[in-house]
């Protein structure tokens, strides 16, 4: 992961003339809407895309995707958005953190309650100044919030092992997380060792004990396998995790207004047939999983909850918040 500061990344697309403003509209047949995403081809966020966002606009723009980190490394997509080398990526809050820290607030453990408090806060106006800094110092509009899922602690382990009840019992455990600063936190709030890492060479470093264990949403550990090289996973539900599809504000600028609203609707569309997709998997995932020798359970919520919610306060992460969107944000929890 690439660190830049806000300002020397804003000043170097501003170079660039990224963020130069709009110009004249393409001819359809120029159109093309790349989009590149870490996930495999069969993750539920890019079967969305591929088989609800692309048919969408069709009539106008050629969609092409690239998977499993081909096209553009996990982490440099957003960059490459600015730069104008690609249009599209599934961005997490904790990417957009790397550029403005108040994004972080969306990444932070025992926030998000569940994939419809994600869009509601997606949806309220408490957004629009996080979506006009994107907008604005980016070049990067958020069309829409997809559904990643609960994340949970899965390690190498058996629980004969390593019975993960408490934060304290993950003390030393080297948990793989993604590269940037919240993700890190947030491991380290849970009472881990996190070692950051793209999401491509996680399997093998499990499977050669490079790391102890990693941490994402059960359909997740399907898709990639990671049943194959663990032997647990410890519901802890940390973060309800989400997505946001980002798009190129050059390539929205030289579209119709008409291409426009179908570019959003057909956003939204692929957000909500794959969080319905993922939230299904979710629920159904389980027995799949422990038949394949990975015991699953549910540690001390309560205890997981204070001691994360507890490793906020007061952090430089937390004085990055504008004042009172947490309130707002856990005023529209259930
Ligand atoms: C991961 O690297 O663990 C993560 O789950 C982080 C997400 O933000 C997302 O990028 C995801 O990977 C990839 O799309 C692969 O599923």
Redesign the pocket.
């Known amino acids: 992961m690439i660190k830049l500061t806000r300002r020397a990344a804003i000043s170097a697309f501003a170079a660039a003339g990224i963020l130069a403003g709009a110009s004249v509209p393409a001819a359809a047949a120029d159109i093309k809407f790349t989009l590149a995403?870490?996930?495999?081809e069969t993750?539920q966020?890019s079967v969305a895309m591929a088989n609800v966002f692309a048919p969408m606009v069709a009539g106008f723009a050629d969609y092409q995707a690239g998977y499993n980190g081909s096209m553009f490394a996990?982490g440099t997509e957003l960059e490459a958005i600015s730069r104008g080398n690609l249009t599209m990526s599934?961005?997490?809050a904790?990417?957009l953190a790397q550029f403005f820290p108040e994004f972080s607030i969306f990444a932070t453990g025992y926030v998000h309650q569940d994939a419809a408090h994600q869009v509601r806060v997606f949806n309220d106006p408490l957004m629009d100044p996080f979506k006009k800094t994107v907008e604005d110092e980016l070049g990067v509009k958020l069309l829409s919030v997809m559904y990643?899922g609960r994340?949970h602690v899965n390690l190498r382990f058996p629980r004969s092992e390593k019975d993960i009840k408490t934060p304290a019992d993950l003390a030393g455990v080297n948990l793989?997380?993604?590269g940037t600063d919240a993700?890190q936190f947030l491991g380290k709030a849970l009472g881990a060792a996190p070692t950051p890492m793209?999401?491509t060479e996680?399997y093998t470093a499990l499977s050669t004990g490079a790391v102890d264990g990693?941490?994402?949403?059960l359909p997740?550990v399907v898709?990639?396998k990671f049943y194959e090289v663990t032997k647990q996973i410890a519901l802890t539900s940390h973060l309800v995790?989400l997505?946001y599809i980002a798009f190129s504000k050059a390539t929205w600028d030289k579209l119709t207004p008409e291409q426009q609203i179908t570019v959003q609707r057909a956003a939204d569309a692929a957000a909500a047939y794959g969080r319905l997709k993922q939230l299904d998997k979710e629920n159904n995932l389980a027995d799949f999983i422990r038949s394949q020798g990975v015991e699953i359970y549910t540690p001390d919520l309560e205890a997981f909850r204070k001691h994360v919610q507890a490793q906020y306060v007061g952090s430089e992460a937390a004085s990055a918040w504008p004042e009172g969107v947490l309130e707002k944000i856990n005023a529209l929890g259930n």
Do not use: C, H, Y
């Open positions: 995403t870490s996930g495999s993750d966020r996990q599934i961005a997490s904790q990417e990643l994340r793989r997380m993604p993700w793209a999401f996680v990693q941490d994402n949403p997740t898709d990639a995790d997505n």
